[in-house]
Structure formats: C-alpha cells, structure tokens
C-alpha cells in the first residue's frame, strides 16, 4: 500500500482535493489516502459548506491551528502537523495550492524525509510581496512529483532549476471539480431565490491583503463598484478577511448606500459557481476564479497588477485590469458595450487532471513495492 497523508486547510484546498480523493479511492488495493485538515479555515461557510457539496469525507486528522500572522500560523501546522506524520508514517505527503498551510506541512516532511506531491506545481505571479508566490516557490523546490496545470508552469520550474523527471503535466484539478459539480450547480435555486437573472449581474470576489489590508486601495475599489451598480447589478459573497477590513475602515456603510450592489456572505460551492456560470462578468483577485471563468467563457476583469496564472489571459477570458478605479469601470463597461474576451479551452483542462495524478501515485506505489521486495531479499 502506498500511505499517503493529503493536506488540506483553507478553501480553495478543499475544491482541489475532492476529485484527487475521488481518483485515489479507485484503487483501495494500492493507494492508502488519508485526509488531514489544518483547520487554516474554519468558519463552516469556508469549511463544512465545501465538504458537503463536494462530498468529501470527514478529515481523519483535524490540526485544528486556526488564524494568525503567517509566522504563528505556518509554524502552528508545522507543529501539529510533525506527530501526524510520525504517527502515520506515510509514503508520501501530498500539497495542492499554495496557502500557508501547504508550505508549512511541505517543510516538516522534507525535514522527515518524506516524499512530497505538489499539485497545482510551477505557478509563479514574480511578486513576492504575495504571500502565495513565497509558499509557491519553497513547496516546489522541497517536492519530488510536480503536477502542473499549464506549459507556463513547466517553464517556470525548468528555470527554477527543477529536474524535469519530477516535473508531470497533467492539467487542473480545479476544472476537474467544476466539470463534475456543475450539472449539479445549475440546478440550484440560488439565482431565484436572491431574484437575479442570468447574464444581467456581475459578481465580485475579494480577499488579496494588497487589496483588502489597505483601505487606499479597497476604497478605490468601492469606487469602481460604485459606477459599474449604476449600469449592472453586483453581487458580492464577502471573504471574511474582507468583511473584516470593511468595519475596520468604516466602509462597510459605502457599499449599503450602493443600492445596486447585493452583499452576501461566502457560498457554497454549488451556489458560487451558480452564481459564477450566470454571470456577465466577474470582478476579482481570486487566482480559482480566473481558471473557472476562462471555462465557464465568462469574462473576468482580475483586479491585481499581475497573475500566476497567465494562460488565463492569454487563452482564456481573463484581462488585468489593475486596482485604479477609471481603468476597471472602463473595462466592466467595455464588456456591457459588446466587447467579449478571448475563450479558448487551455490544453488538459479537460476534467480528467485527478486521474493523471493518480496514474503518476500509481507508479510511485511500484516503485515503493520494488523497494520493499529488495529490503527484504537484502535481510
Ligand atoms: C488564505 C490563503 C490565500 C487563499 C485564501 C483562500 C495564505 C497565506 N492565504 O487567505 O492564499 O487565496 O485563503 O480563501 O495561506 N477568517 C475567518 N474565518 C475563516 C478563515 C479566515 O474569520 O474561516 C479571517 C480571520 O480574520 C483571518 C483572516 O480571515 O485572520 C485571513 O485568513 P487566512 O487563512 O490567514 O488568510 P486568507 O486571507 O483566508
Ligand atoms: N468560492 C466559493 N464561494 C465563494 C467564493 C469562492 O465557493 O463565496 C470558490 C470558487 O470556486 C473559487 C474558490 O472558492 O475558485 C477559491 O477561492 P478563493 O478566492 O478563496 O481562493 P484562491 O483561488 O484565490 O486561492
């Protein structure tokens, strides 16, 4: 049996993991998948809302480790993470994303030894001052299989010096679960129930610190916002990081004088991408919802200065359009004028990125057998 410790911790983690569980529990014989939760994320509108609708199974490990400035929360993982490992010995700890949680846990296995997987491998925004790209460039230098999402991935740990016989190109897990789930997500009552017609509002997501932690820039934001809800109704599920910096500014009464704007708490993700597959375009600087517009052909106006993910401009319905507020009006009224973006479907984006995966684990679980037999003839 190949052992293998799955981490998860925060949101967009419990989208990836889901189909690669999925794929893992076809091969009962081989493959050993247990399924940690550091509890990055814990509100159940971040957590158990996701579990659900995903149908993942309960964690068989919860870290529990909660918030914290990035020094108290990765080295929270890492401490409650060091005895799982030690107690479960497993053949390989697998990483998806690029949150805190997954470069905390990428360090106690290298130190123990432990093979690492890391999907969602080789994307690079070149910004360090994103907490994302740090957690990015440490989990693949530490990890031993590489699963990428794009060719731009490929290149981007080629450069960074990585072997290319760790390196497997096998697409985009979260496609995986949109393609599953959205038969599914279409038959929700949520447009109806909040009284919105498909195709005649915009969604936004927001929750980067560079835009959230600084009220100069999320004020310019509101600014924006305000002038698109004169022409599109908005609707806005509010991360909690956001919601937070929105009283700790006082700008939270901004957005209740915008009458066109429909604020909500975090969805589900049936309701999300609900919302996401009926809307005219979305306005974000979420890195998920970059990839799931670009196959959904909605457009996505990303309100950041630069992506990890540029396949979703260069082939897909994503355009930067920065955080100064005339230059995002400009392009949301741009789309309301006719003008549509690009929507081509990246190669391997396809729903079967798990199962490529899991082909890869498979391998690894002949190498692990080979190695025991040898052990044994060698004692
Ligand atoms: C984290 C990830 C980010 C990812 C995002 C997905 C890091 C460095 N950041 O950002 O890459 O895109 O998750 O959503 O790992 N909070 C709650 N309830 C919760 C979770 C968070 O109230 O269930 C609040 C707390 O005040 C917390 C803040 O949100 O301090 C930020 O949470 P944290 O996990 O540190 O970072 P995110 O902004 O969620
Ligand atoms: N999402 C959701 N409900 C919401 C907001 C987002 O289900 O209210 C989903 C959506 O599929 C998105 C994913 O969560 O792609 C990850 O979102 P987030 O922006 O939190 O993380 P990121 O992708 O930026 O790391």
Known sequence: ??????????????IKIAPLLKAMAAHPDRLEPILVNTGQHYDPAMVDYFFDDLEIPSPDVNLGVGSGSHAEQTARVMMAFEPVCLKYQPHLVLLVGD?????????????????????EAGLRSFDR????????????????LLFTTCEDGNVNL?????????????????????LT?????????????????????????????????DPAVLSRLLDAFEAIQKRLKLVFPAHPRTLKSLGRFNLGERLETMDNLLILPPQGYLDFMALTAGAKLTLTDSGGLQEETTILKVPCLTLRENTERPITITQGTNTLV?????????????ILDGKRPGGAVPPLWDGQASQRVVEVLLREFEVARELQKHLQISA
């Open 158 to 178: 080629r450069r960074a010096g990585i072997p290319g016989d760790r390196v497997f190109f096998v697409g985009n897990v979260m496609i995986d679960s949109l």
């Open 129 to 144: 001052t994103m907490p994302e790209e740090v957690n990015r460039e440490v989990t693949d230098l530490l990890s031993d």
């Open 322 to 334: 920065g955080t100064q507020t005339g230059r995002i009006v400009e392009a949301a009224y741009g």
């Open 99 to 119: 949150v805190n949680s997954t470069v905390a846990c990428s360090l106690v296995a290298a130190k123990l030894g432990i093979r690492i997987a890391h999907v």
């Open 181 to 213: 789930h959205l038969p599914m997500a279409r038959q929700r009552p949520i447009l109806k129930e909040r009284r919105l017609k498909a195709g005649e509002y915009g969604l936004i997501t927001l929750h980067r610190p560079s835009n959230v932690d």
């Open 1 to 14: 049996m190949l052992r293998i410790l799955n981490v998860v911790g925060a949101r967009p983690n419990f």
